[in-house]
């Protein structure tokens, strides 16, 4: 199946294009919208198509097998990577075609939200590290340099609960890598 003809669009289509006629596309076929029997099925070859020609890489992988000409064992490009990479995009467009359109559309084209979201889990993680280091600061301080009653018990406590938001701010800056690393498709 030749995935240009089926978003309409020519092989030396930019992202822009692809993107903008997969939308056209998708408003037509998503089964909330389109009541046809196999416009789910349509939808599923859209966003298969879609997937795979957005992604430079998968784009590459895909024009070579289209044209036939595939790289030496030595090479990155391989017909199995491709077939796993097409396997994953048919299991997001069976749930994409079972999502609702509104909250389709949303996750799909809304790159600005997941920017936000990013920067304000940034914040809250830079927030975190620096008031765990701060706590461990001040109870460096209270432990090695404070001589009153109770000094060393404030400085532990302190590192206990510096150490307690340096862990967390670590956690959360994992879990920004990693929803980053999906490209805010990780729900």
Not at 3 to 8: I, V
Not at 56 to 66: G, H, T, V
Request: aromatic letters at 16%; glycine letters at 8%; charged letters at 25%.
């Amino acid at each position: 199946m030749d995935f240009y003809s089926l978003l309409g669009i020519t092989a030396s289509a930019s992202a822009f294009e692809i993107k903008n006629a997969f939308r056209i596309r998708a408003k037509l076929f998503h089964p909330d919208i389109n009541s046809d029997t196999d416009a789910g099925e349509k939808f599923r070859m859209l966003y298969i198509a879609y997937d795979t020609l957005i992604d430079p890489i998968k784009r590459k992988m895909y024009d070579q097998l289209l044209r036939e000409e595939f790289s030496p064992a030595g090479q990155w490009i391989s017909k199995a990577e491709y077939e796993k990479t097409q396997r994953r995009a048919a299991m997001r467009a069976r749930m994409y075609s079972n999502m609702q359109y509104d909250r389709f559309e949303a996750r799909t084209f809304s790159k600005a939200a997941f920017h936000a979201k990013q920067a304000a889990a940034f914040a809250i993680f830079f927030s975190l590290m620096v008031i765990g280091m701060l706590l461990l600061t001040k109870g460096f301080q209270y432990v090695f340099k404070e001589d009153f009653n109770g000094a060393q018990v404030t400085g532990y406590a302190l590192w206990l609960i510096g150490g307690g938001f340096c862990y967390i701010s670590g956690k959360s800056l994992l879990g920004i890598y990693e929803a980053w690393r999906l490209g805010g498709n990780a729900d």
